[in-house]
């Protein structure tokens, strides 16, 4: 199983950023997938979930109206777009993958690198 996250960067306060999470390594369509993220100094947190065929999502409090999860299954790829960032955005984003009929439940088995993602205010 492998996941590879991209599409951080630099953004300003108000601004936007979309990650994607390409998959490889085994059946995308048997998978939840879900993204979180660390902060410094700061315990990894849950972000945003789908479900195996898009059908279920779910999302952290803090990120519901700003952020939307999604997913390609003939790409591969699960996208999170983040609308109007924060400044207390700013983490390094993981995406990650376990076997599910519905969104993940637990914590994921397989994890992909983070990729950064810094809002200047």
């Known amino acids: 199983v492998q996941l590879q996250a991209s599409g951080g960067g630099l953004v300003q306060a108000g601004g936007s950023l979309r990650l994607s999470c390409a998959a490889s390594?085994?059946?995308?369509?048997?998978?939840?997938i879900g993204w979180f993220r660390q902060a410094p100094g700061k315990e990894r947190e849950f972000v945003a979930g789908?479900?195996?065929?898009?059908?279920?999502?779910n999302y952290a409090d803090s990120m519901k109206g700003r952020f939307t999860i999604s997913r390609d299954n003939a790409k591969i790829t699960v996208y999170l777009q983040m609308n109007s960032l924060k400044f207390e955005d700013t983490a390094v984003y993981y995406c990650?993958?376990?076997?599910?009929?519905?969104?993940?439940?637990?914590?994921?088995?397989?994890w992909g690198q983070g990729t950064q993602v810094t809002v200047s205010s």
């Open positions: 990650a993958a376990d076997v599910s009929r519905s969104v993940l439940t637990t914590t994921p088995r397989y």
């Open positions: 390594g085994f059946t995308f369509d048997d998978y939840a």
């Open positions: 789908i479900s195996w065929n898009g059908a279920s999502t």
